[in-house]
Every structure is written in C-alpha cells, then in structure tokens.
C-alpha cells in the first residue's frame, strides 16, 4: 500500500531497515551461540549421541506395532498417517496381542 504521506512512509523505510537489522543481529547471536555449544563439546568431550540422550551405539527405537491387518499382515504403531486398511474403522479389532487403546 502506497501512503501519500511522507511522514508514514519514512516510519514504514525505518521499520524495514530496524526489521532487517534485528533479524541479522539474531542470526549473529545464534551463530555465537552454535560456537560456544560446539566448543563446549568438544572440551567436555560430548558426543551428539550424548547430547541427544543416546549412548554410544544405541539406536532410537522403532514404535512396536499396535495395530496389524489380518488380511495383509501389514502393522500400524498407532503414529503417524493412518493406514488405507485401518483408516475409518473401528482399531480395537485390530490391536495386537500386546496393544492397548
């Protein structure tokens, strides 16, 4: 929208550059932040595994099947996108031995 003015439209250049200088003292201040952390790291010794809440050698766990489609076999964990098999039915006839709604 162009203003007629001038008053406006000086406010509105000042607000873009003070926008533009905010988000780059943002940027700076996150890339400071990355640095720290990763010396950090690296005095203490301290993995991503670490950081992360693994230890050495674990992987994340796979969510165990909750549901699973008597015709097909196919299994659902309950995350994520519903599957066609399952999608509008009622689960419990579908929960496996260990699953709970």
Known sequence: MAYTNSEITQLL??????DNAIAEAREKETRLVLIEMVQKMREYDISLNELMGRTLGERPTAALPKYRDPVTGAT?????RVPQWIAGLDRDRFLTNGGKP
């Open 76 to 80: 659902w964990s309950g995350r994520g």
């Open 13 to 18: 250049q000042k607000q873009g550059a003070l």
